[in-house]
């Protein structure tokens, strides 16, 4: 799971931003040519931001889903490989060309009214994706007292374990927000500094593993044993690889970092954060689950928590690698989200809406569905967030070939551009609908949220043009 | 984010920030070889995470 989302959140929204990342300057204006870095900026940065604690959810959960070792080796690689294409070949070159936020492009084609509601939306999926993090952190409070003093959640779990595991939520929650409040430059720099040593404990958790189950035979260890229901094919693991952060490439979220880059190539440094933190990172921690499954014989539909499952491969040093991860991602996300709040609710104060966020993250942190189905809620995330960046496609490559406006609420000055609206929100709950997320399903049939981002986007960008095309046709015959 | 100007603590912060990464990882390889027992490997590790947060602020300073 990406972490870098919070340094989008709120652009456009909130004048002053306090971050001190790429993107957080020249908001309403083209990134200047004295602004602009070469590669090396952005394959750090890349590398750190992808390396988070929810990784350590992401690779148990293929095992629980019985996905087979070809899968996961090649299956990850192709989809990692495809999410990295296509942030160099569509986010980059637009990024390069337009130089601007997500959030100023969208205001300029969708109308600063829409762009409020696209915040809304981004806030509270942060909220959530925070308080993933903050369940994933909580995991690792546990192995810090006697055994049993707090239960700790599995994958069947939605509900809160007991008092202690929610005034651990509470705790580690209040002192996000907390720093929050303060803003997160130090958090920022932390993650920073985090990131190479971060990466080597996943690392070390699997060598550690191959080390205890006395092989390193990996493909044989990732092998389902015979019999395993395969809740996850071939496909829906490229799927998730390539779209985990669908929001950020075809969505387009990423303008506000790769605004920056010199040349689109910067869109390769995307390949340090999927292969690392996608690819090494999520097969580690699987590793992790399948020793407890074959030597602890814990059942794999269950799963076992991360804090103990890292306490046991590598001690105080893995916990404090969970803290960290879910601490550095969750924290500015919840900074962000309270931005987004902010300008949601413009009289609300920057204290209060934070605390707001927080408040929420927590609530959400202590019942550990989210965290429990992060695959279904990425899947989610990227399906109503995707869409924005079929319309920028389109604006980008294809407006004056199919004789639409470009920039056309900053030429009519409307606050929301109704084709945009109408474009955007009807294949998102069409797709939606075929979920098992969705409370009512007419198909008859379920989808993983996890294929939708791509048709949804297209979807959108067509229903754009012919929405588009029909609305000036209304306008000139109104003429 | 770049590395920024070299100051007199740079290379000594680099010294110990390297030590500090091969201690995370050289140690599960030897338990991984049979050559360390595990709760060695362990306290190696955090030591190693502690010299590392020593060490990378003044080793990988951010513009």
Same mark, same amino acid.
Do not use: C, D
């Given at each position: 799971m990406t972490s870098h989302e919070y340094e989008h959140a709120g652009q456009g929204m909130v004048d002053e931003v306090e971050s001190p990342a790429v993107g957080s300057e020249y908001e309403r204006e083209r990134v200047p040519e004295s602004a602009l870095k070469g590669p090396s900026a952005f394959w750090g940065m890349y590398a750190g931001e992808h390396t988070a604690g929810t990784e350590f959810m992401i690779g148990p959960l293929f095992v629980k889903w019985g996905a087979d070792a070809f899968s996961l080796i090649v299956g990850l690689l192709i989809g990692n490989l495809l999410a990295v294409l296509t942030w160099r070949y569509l986010t980059a070159p637009i990024a390069c060309s337009e130089r601007l936020t997500l959030y100023y492009k969208m205001e300029k084609i969708a109308g600063r009214g829409l762009v409020t509601v696209y915040n809304l939306a981004n806030g509270l999926l942060f909220c959530f994706l925070a308080g993933s993090m903050i369940t994933v952190s909580a995991t690792a409070v546990g192995p810090f007292f006697p055994a049993g003093t707090i239960a700790m959640p599995t994958f069947s779990s939605t509900m809160p374990t007991g008092p202690a595991w929610i005034a651990s939520c509470i705790v580690i929650g209040a002192a996000m927000t907390f720093v929050a409040l303060k803003g997160y430059d130090v958090v920022a720099l932390v993650g920073h500094y985090s990131a190479p040593w971060m990466f080597l404990i996943f690392l070390a958790c699997a060598v550690v593993t191959l080390g205890k189950l006395g092989t390193t035979d990996v493909w044989a260890l990732l092998t389902p044993p015979p019999g395993t229901e395969q809740s996850i094919s071939f496909v829906g693991i490229v799927l998730f690889a390539w779209f985990c952060n669908a929001a950020m490439h075809i969505g387009m979220a990423d303008l506000s970092v790769l605004r920056f880059a010199k040349k689109p190539s910067a869109g390769w440094a995307s390949a340090a954060g999927m292969f690392l933190g996608h690819y090494v990172a999520w097969i580690c921690a699987a590793l992790l689950l399948i020793y407890w499954v074959k030597e602890k014989g814990v059942n794999p539909q269950e799963g076992k928590d991360p804090g103990t499952m890292v306490n046991d491969a590598v001690g105080w040093a893995g916990l404090v690698c969970i803290i960290i991860a879910g601490w550095t991602t969750a924290n500015p996300t919840i900074y962000r989200a309270g931005l987004a709040f902010q300008g949601v !609710?413009?009289? !609300?104060s920057r204290t209060g809406a934070t605390l707001l966020a927080g408040a929420v993250c927590i609530a959400a942190g202590i019942f550990p569905a989210f965290a429990m189905r992060l695959l279904d809620f990425v899947g989610v995330y990227g399906t109503i967030l995707a869409p924005v960046g079929g319309l920028i496609v389109v604006d980008h490559f294809l407006a004056d070939l199919v004789g639409i406006d470009r920039d056309p609420a900053a030429k $009519?000055?409307? $606050?929301?551009n109704m084709a945009v609206l109408i474009a955007w929100l009807v294949p998102v709950l069409i797709g939606l609908s075929m979920t098992a997320v969705s409370p009512v399903n007419p198909w008859g049939f379920e989808v993983p949220p996890w294929y939708l981002p791509l048709p949804c986007t297209m979807a959108c960008g067509i229903l754009y043009i012919l929405l588009s095309k029909f609305a000036s046709g209304r306008a000139a015959a109104a003429a | 984010m770049t590395t920024s100007e070299k100051s007199p603590s740079h290379t000594p912060a680099k010294v110990v920030g390297l030590a500090a990464l091969a201690g995370t990882i050289l140690p599960p390889v030897a338990f991984l070889c049979g050559v360390m027992p595990l709760d060695t490997v362990k306290g190696i590790m955090l030591v190693s995470t502690i010299l590392w947060f020593v060490a990378a602020p003044w080793w990988m300073k951010v513009d």
């Open positions: !609710l413009p009289g !609300l $009519s000055g409307e $606050s929301v | -």
